[in-house]
């Protein structure tokens, strides 16, 4: 069966530190993949996806990016971290074609 | 641009009682909806989704969504909540042209014992 992991579940970073948030998926080939951002009050927004390996669009614009070095890996990084980048983000999947999207146990990230 | 409204973002009720979450998007087209619910500590989860014929689609745990089209609607019911449903929950629309989801803002519902 398919599953997705991503850690680290919680993070503590100084402000202008680097990050690195990692998602890997199981038991499944070329998924689309996802990063969220979930905000207290504000819902799910959506970061980045890609279609597969080195494809990464990115839907707002901010000083956070995203890298697929294999097929069912999927890096969230910053060179240097801001305060409003605290919150909770979301790894995400699903087979192209499919119909349901699958999320990660998700990553607390507290910028201080 | 396709936006999904949910209109209570936070709801509290008592034991038995009926519940009813709201769920409106902005698109004319062929649609997809969904329903995720988040229970404290774990993960997004389906609740149910619609995709075509039945407007009325019935989910895990007593739940059920009815796609009314006429008013863009897909609110999300179930007849008597328990404690258990304690959760955040989230509409999420897919539209015609376009595999990206987009979700509302979210729901809190907080059920008393």
């Known amino acids: 069966s398919q599953t997705i992991h991503q850690w680290p579940a919680t993070l503590v970073q100084p402000v202008g530190s680097p990050l690195s948030l990692e998602c890997t998926v199981e038991?499944?080939?070329?998924?689309?993949l996802y990063w969220y951002r979930q905000a207290a009050g504000r819902g799910l927004q959506l970061l980045f996806y890609?279609?597969?390996?080195?494809?990464i669009s990115s839907e707002v614009p901010q000083n956070l990016s995203a890298s697929r070095p294999q097929d069912r890996q999927f890096i969230l990084s910053s060179k240097k971290l801001l305060l409003s980048d605290s919150g909770f983000y979301l790894c995400?999947?699903?087979?192209?074609?499919?119909?349901?999207?699958?999320f990660g146990e998700g990553s607390w990230l507290t910028v201080v | 641009a396709q936006s999904v409204s949910q209109h209570n973002h936070h709801v509290i009720l008592s034991e038995a009682a009926s519940l009813e979450l709201g769920c409106n998007y902005s698109?004319?087209?062929?649609?997809?909806l969904f329903w995720y619910v988040q229970y404290p500590g774990q993960h997004l989860q389906l609740l149910l989704k619609?995709?075509?014929?039945?407007?009325l689609v019935k989910g895990i745990k007593g739940f059920e969504a009815e796609f009314i089209k006429s008013k863009f609607s897909f609110n999300l019911r179930k007849p008597s909540v328990q404690w258990s449903d304690t959760a955040e929950y989230f509409c999420a629309l897919r539209w015609g042209g376009s595999y990206i989801p987009t979700f509302g803002r979210g729901t809190s519902l907080i059920v008393h014992p």
């Open positions: 698109y004319g087209g062929t649609v997809n």
């Open positions: 038991g499944t080939s070329n998924p689309n």
């Open positions: 619609y995709f075509s014929g039945d407007p």
């Open positions: 890609s279609v597969g390996i080195g494809q």
């Open positions: 995400a999947w699903e087979t192209g074609g499919s119909d349901t999207i699958y």
